[in-house]
């Protein structure tokens, strides 16, 4: 909303705020059809009460911008079933509000998106202020933490990573096809759409109905298939050249086996002789040192030894006690699909004994786990490997006792981490985490379990001085560090009541008549947290994150050759990789874009803080990465790729100064006396606020956020890059030098996008 002069805009698009609109305000806003009945509205016609209302709103809401521009959004969850009710009463709204400028009204009403209403900020020519931290973890009441969905459907959260893995590989390989048919487009693309829905914040989050997540599940096997046809066209081409076969070469099946966790794959069953095809997504390959673990007499982890030192690091798995409730108030909240709510925190271990067996080889050792019925695990150590490797088995929950369980996987160590851990921010920088605190606000905690948990996308660490202990995921889990020097994460979860935001159902997922079992790894690294003589720890991590992330995908084919025969008569190695990578740089993406057109991403894996050897700027040339591609030209591209970067203006925002003391991400407000809280009775349906009234700090109701004085590692302003590509021809001349023209530069963290043409 914009005061200026006398009047005001106000901005219709799709961006959340803080503030909600009164109870029944979204639907059927204005009833303004009926006639007029001797100059007044007939009994039916709400449009003044409509207005009034609106108007009363927006007034509430400028107070809390710092310019006359508002941006209302429309709808929510559950709304957008009828666009054509929506636009018939916006326009209503619009027409209605605005005709009241005729009377001295100072509000202007238009439809907007969001870089129209960012524009609107940023031609405000003012100062704003930062942020730094993030918003979780997030609560919509003092016993509604929302950190039960980051580990809902554990096993549809890693489908979704096994369908990432699965798409990387079949971009980079329709890229990189001699000769593309015309189904490939359409079976790439739907991959990527289906890739897109499972990023639905009901999708991967697990917080949908049963049913549906059994098709998400549906839609991801039918995309893996559909790609799949793509990947053994491209393979058989790259599998049997023209110089080395008879005129009807054979087609290999290079099938995958999907069912490989459970140790099932048809073609290796069935046949005596099949062949195993690995395809490896990453640009180079690693090799580092060994780790040592031992296990006490009772068969649990006892010392891990590694860079000369020997600490204590046990691991166990628990289970928390699931509240239940009717959810018609706060104290009375169930855990669910959405919310993680132990009830009064309590805690059991699965067992206080293990049985266990010893296997040792030449390339791995391995201790199997056996903690009940339905926990199981197996610890491996290979050779040359820089960690350990835990594959858990969890499941069937056991629910006989009418009881909800939340499983953990607890890792306790003797580092004195004082309260502090470190999670991922989706797979990129790591977020520093203090145990009941938050950066920008007092915080007041009454689920000290739930309202420490965190997301964790890849990777978890704490340290001290001397040691640091990290574990990665192999899927989206929730994490804390409820004790210093433990880390714990949530495998699985199985439970009997629905917690009232949205599902309508409990989260108890179950298949072939039983509790759903989920497996899993974990990969654990202890080492020395300052400078190791070699490579720091925390960039030994990022590689090993992309090796767990993106490893070698398995294609099997049944032949009938002998091993001779299939050495000579066939291409057994290709690499679209002329020259490897960078140690830690990253080829996020290769893909098909546009006739003799692909869309290459680069990134840079580490932060400046994981070491001083490689985390420095480096550069590489993109024609001897990939020179077998004959690339022509290059030009680069927004992150996104959709804009060309030598034509984008980005809009730069002036900081509040660093001697005005600010608070990070809002307006601040008078401390009230009382506060009315949101029903606890499905609170996403309807805005409905409790009747009785709370006085200031109970339950953590009072607005309480911390203002602080600025500096200026806040302001680091966006470093503008010269471009090297004119913008009126795509195919205009780069620099004198040709081999300059394809020099890629990267700083720490930095993610480049460019589209490569290909001669014709």
Not at 127 to 135: Q, Y
Not at 456 to 465: F, G, N, R
Not at 573 to 584: D, E, N, Q, R, V
């Given at each position: 909303?914009?005061?200026?002069?006398?009047?005001?805009?106000?901005?219709?698009?799709?961006?959340?705020?803080?503030?909600?609109?009164?109870?029944?305000?979204?639907?059927?806003?204005?009833?303004?059809?009926?006639?007029?009945?001797?100059?007044?509205?007939?009994?039916?016609?709400?449009?003044?009460?409509?207005?009034?209302?609106?108007?009363?709103f927006?007034?509430?809401?400028?107070?809390?911008?710092?310019?006359?521009?508002?941006?209302?959004?429309?709808?929510?969850?559950?709304?957008?079933?009828?666009?054509?009710m929506?636009?018939?009463?916006?326009?209503?709204?619009?027409?209605?509000?605005?005709?009241?400028?005729?009377?001295?009204?100072?509000i202007?009403?238009?439809?907007?998106?969001?870089?129209c209403?960012?524009?609107?900020?940023?031609?405000?020519?003012?100062?704003?202020p930062?942020?730094?931290?993030?918003?979780?973890?997030?609560?919509?009441?003092?016993?509604?933490?929302?950190?039960?969905?980051?580990?809902s459907?554990?096993?549809?959260?890693?489908?979704?990573?096994?369908?990432?893995?699965?798409?990387?590989?079949?971009?980079?390989?329709?890229?990189?096809?001699?000769?593309?048919?015309?189904?490939?487009?359409?079976?790439?693309?739907?991959?990527?759409?289906?890739?897109?829905?499972?990023?639905?914040?009901?999708?991967?989050?697990?917080?949908?109905?049963?049913?549906?997540?059994?098709?998400?599940?549906?839609?991801?096997?039918?995309a893996?298939?559909a790609?799949?046809?793509?990947?053994?066209?491209v393979?058989?081409?790259?599998?049997?050249?023209?110089?080395?076969?008879?005129?009807?070469?054979?087609?290999?099946?290079f099938?995958?086996?999907?069912?490989?966790?459970?140790?099932?794959c048809?073609?290796?069953?069935?046949?005596?002789?099949?062949?195993?095809?690995?395809?490896?997504?990453?640009?180079?390959?690693?090799?580092?040192?060994?780790?040592?673990?031992?296990?006490?007499?009772?068969?649990?982890?006892?010392?891990?030894?590694?860079?000369?030192?020997?600490r204590?690091?046990?691991?166990?798995?628990?289970?928390?006690?699931?509240?239940?409730?009717?959810?018609?108030?706060?104290?009375?909240?169930?855990?669910?699909?959405?919310?993680?709510?132990?009830?009064?925190?309590?805690?059991?271990?699965?067992?206080?004994?293990?049985?266990?067996?010893?296997?040792?080889?030449?390339?791995?050792?391995?201790?199997?786990q056996?903690?009940?019925?339905?926990?199981?695990?197996?610890?491996?150590?290979?050779?040359?490997?820089?960690?350990?490797?835990?594959?858990?088995?969890?499941?069937?929950?056991?629910?006989?006792?009418?009881?909800?369980?939340?499983?953990?996987?607890?890792?306790?160590?003797?580092?004195?981490?004082?309260?502090?851990?470190?999670?991922?921010?989706?797979?990129?920088?790591?977020?520093?985490?203090?145990?009941?605190?938050?950066?920008?606000?007092?915080?007041?905690?009454?689920?000290?379990?739930?309202?420490?948990?965190?997301?964790?996308?890849?990777?978890?660490?704490?340290?001290d001085?001397?040691?640091?202990?990290?574990?990665?995921?192999?899927?989206?889990?929730?994490?804390?560090?409820?004790?210093?020097?433990?880390?714990?994460?949530?495998?699985?979860?199985?439970?009997?009541?629905?917690?009232?935001?949205?599902?309508?159902?409990?989260?108890?997922?179950?298949?072939?008549?039983?509790?759903?079992?989920a497996?899993?790894?974990?990969?654990?690294?202890?080492?020395?947290?300052?400078?190791?003589?070699?490579?720091?720890l925390?960039?030994?991590e990022?590689?090993?994150?992309?090796?767990?992330l993106?490893?070698?995908?398995?294609?099997?084919?049944?032949?009938?050759?002998?091993?001779?025969?299939?050495?000579?008569?066939?291409?057994?190695?290709?690499?679209?990789?002329?020259?490897?990578?960078?140690?830690?740089?990253?080829?996020?993406?290769?893909?098909?874009?546009?006739?003799?057109?692909?869309?290459?991403?680069?990134?840079?894996?580490?932060?400046?803080?994981?070491?001083?050897?490689?985390?420095?700027?480096?550069?590489?040339?993109?024609?001897?990465?990939?020179?077998?591609?004959?690339?022509?030209?290059?030009?680069?591209?927004?992150l996104?790729?959709?804009?060309?970067?030598?034509?984008h203006?980005?809009?730069?925002?002036?900081?509040?100064?660093?001697?005005?003391?600010?608070?990070?991400?809002?307006?601040?407000?008078?401390?009230?006396?009382?506060?009315?809280?949101?029903?606890?009775?499905?609170?996403?349906?309807?805005?409905?606020?409790?009747?009785?009234?709370?006085?200031?700090?109970?339950?953590?109701?009072?607005?309480?956020?911390?203002?602080?004085s600025?500096?200026?590692?806040?302001?680091?302003?966006?470093?503008?890059?010269?471009?090297?590509?004119?913008?009126?021809?795509?195919?205009?001349?780069?620099?004198s030098?040709?081999?300059?023209?394809?020099?890629?530069?990267?700083?720490?963290?930095?993610?480049?996008?460019f589209?490569?043409?290909?001669?014709?």
């Amino acid at each position: 909303m914009k005061f200026v002069d006398d009047k005001a805009d106000l901005f219709t698009g799709a961006l959340y705020n803080n503030y909600q609109a009164p109870s029944g305000f979204c639907f059927d806003i204005l009833c303004a059809d009926q006639p007029i009945i001797d100059g007044k509205h007939s009994p039916d016609n709400n449009v003044k009460e409509r207005i009034d209302s609106f108007f009363e709103f927006v007034t509430k809401m400028a107070k809390g911008y710092r310019t006359p521009n508002l941006l209302i959004t429309m709808g929510e969850d559950f709304h957008y079933q009828n666009a054509d009710m929506w636009y018939k009463n916006l326009d209503k709204l619009i027409k209605y509000a605005n005709e009241r400028q005729a009377n001295g009204s100072n509000i202007n009403l238009l439809y907007s998106t969001p870089s129209c209403y960012l524009k609107s900020l940023h031609d405000a020519g003012i100062s704003w202020p930062t942020k730094s931290d993030d918003f979780f973890p997030y609560a919509s009441d003092p016993h509604s933490y929302w950190t039960g969905y980051f580990t809902s459907r554990p096993t549809l959260k890693r489908f979704e990573r096994d369908g990432n893995h699965f798409l990387q590989t079949c971009k980079q390989l329709s890229a990189l096809a001699p000769k593309r048919s015309a189904e490939f487009d359409p079976h790439l693309n739907f991959m990527r759409e289906t890739m897109g829905i499972m990023q639905h914040h009901d999708a991967v989050t697990g917080t949908e109905k049963q049913k549906v997540a059994l098709d998400y599940a549906k839609r991801m096997s039918v995309a893996l298939r559909a790609c799949s046809t793509n990947i053994r066209s491209v393979l058989n081409q790259l599998s049997i050249s023209s110089d080395k076969v008879s005129p009807q070469p054979t087609k290999f099946e290079f099938k995958t086996c999907t069912l490989l966790n459970i140790s099932s794959c048809a073609t290796s069953e069935l046949n005596n002789r099949f062949a195993l095809t690995l395809y490896n997504p990453l640009a180079q390959s690693t090799n580092e040192y060994n780790i040592k673990l031992t296990f006490d007499t009772n068969g649990f982890l006892a010392y891990a030894t590694a860079d000369g030192m020997t600490r204590t690091i046990s691991q166990e798995f628990l289970y928390y006690i699931a509240a239940t409730g009717n959810n018609a108030e706060f104290l009375n909240r169930s855990s669910g699909a959405y919310i993680f709510r132990p009830d009064k925190n309590q805690i059991r271990l699965a067992t206080d004994k293990v049985s266990i067996e010893v296997y040792k080889g030449p390339l791995v050792q391995e201790v199997h786990q056996q903690f009940n019925s339905w926990i199981s695990q197996v610890v491996r150590v290979y050779k040359q490997s820089n960690h350990a490797e835990f594959e858990w088995l969890v499941g069937p929950i056991p629910i006989e006792d009418n009881i909800g369980k939340e499983v953990i996987s607890r890792f306790t160590s003797d580092i004195k981490s004082d309260g502090i851990f470190y999670t991922d921010s989706n797979g990129r920088e790591m977020l520093k985490r203090r145990r009941n605190h938050r950066e920008t606000w007092n915080v007041k905690i009454h689920e000290s379990v739930a309202g420490n948990y965190y997301p964790v996308t890849t990777k978890i660490a704490l340290e001290d001085d001397i040691a640091r202990m990290a574990i990665l995921t192999d899927r989206a889990q929730g994490g804390s560090s409820l004790e210093d020097g433990v880390l714990e994460l949530m495998v699985h979860r199985r439970l009997l009541h629905d917690d009232a935001f949205g599902v309508g159902e409990a989260l108890n997922e179950t298949e072939y008549g039983e509790g759903l079992v989920a497996r899993g790894k974990h990969h654990l690294f202890v080492g020395k947290s300052l400078q190791r003589p070699e490579v720091s720890l925390k960039a030994i991590e990022r590689l090993v994150q992309l090796e767990t992330l993106l490893p070698s995908w398995k294609f099997f084919s049944n032949v009938s050759y002998s091993s001779d025969q299939w050495l000579t008569s066939f291409t057994n190695t290709y690499s679209g990789i002329s020259a490897a990578l960078p140690k830690y740089v990253h080829l996020l993406s290769l893909e098909p874009w546009h006739e003799k057109e692909l869309l290459v991403r680069f990134e840079h894996i580490l932060e400046k803080k994981d070491g001083t050897r490689y985390s420095q700027y480096v550069q590489f040339n993109i024609k001897d990465v990939l020179g077998s591609l004959n690339i022509e030209n290059i030009r680069e591209t927004t992150l996104d790729g959709n804009a060309w970067l030598d034509e984008h203006r980005r809009m730069e925002f002036v900081p509040d100064p660093e001697d005005e003391a600010y608070n990070n991400y809002g307006t601040f407000r008078k401390s009230s006396k009382a506060v009315h809280l949101l029903s606890a009775a499905k609170p996403m349906l309807e805005a409905r606020y409790s009747k009785e009234t709370l006085e200031a700090g109970q339950l953590g109701a009072e607005s309480n956020r911390i203002k602080r004085s600025a500096n200026s590692q806040h302001f680091t302003m966006h470093r503008k890059r010269p471009q090297v590509s004119g913008s009126d021809n795509l195919n205009k001349s780069m620099p004198s030098s040709e081999r300059d023209k394809y020099l890629i530069e990267l700083s720490p963290m930095e993610i480049r996008t460019f589209i490569v043409y290909l001669q014709k």
